[in-house]
């Protein structure tokens, strides 16, 4: 069992899903406001700092996460990566968001690109975090 983490491939992963999460929202945008039911005016203007910092953090607390696990899974490979990001996403975040979005009453649309970007973030991360190694 491994049990050190590579920091180094924590934050490289951690900034990769967070610039993927800007990309996302970049591409997808106009489509969630409207299933959030926001016109593109009402979202103009400065980014607010404390979600960007919020999520930044989520970023690096969530990279660590799967680090750790992967450490433990023994499997710090890209294969092994995607595979337990695979799996994390499927066990906890797609039900997670889903069951929460349902009940607060979101479209699917907005639960479909809201679970799409944490699939792609966490991929991204496990490849990452994988291709470092430990």
């Not at 450490?71 to 889903?98: C, E, K, Y």
Request: charged share 10%; glycine share 14%; with cysteine.
């Amino acid at each position: 069992m491994q049990s050190s983490v590579n920091y180094l491939a924590v934050v490289v992963a951690a900034v990769a899903g967070f610039l993927l999460g800007w990309g996302w929202y970049t591409v997808f945008g106009k489509v969630w406001m409207a299933g959030l039911g926001k016109k593109k005016e009402e979202c103009d203007g400065s980014m607010p700092v404390r979600p960007l910092i919020i999520a930044g953090i989520a970023c690096l607390a969530m990279a660590y996460m799967l680090a750790g696990l992967m450490g433990h899974l023994s499997d710090v490979t890209i294969r092994g990566g995607i595979i337990s990001a695979i799996f994390v996403w499927l066990g906890f975040v797609l039900t997670t968001t889903a069951t929460n979005q349902a009940f607060e009453g979101m479209k699917p649309v907005v639960t479909a690109i809201d679970v799409g970007h944490w699939l792609a973030v966490l991929v991204v991360m496990g490849a990452i975090i994988g291709a470092f190694g430990v």
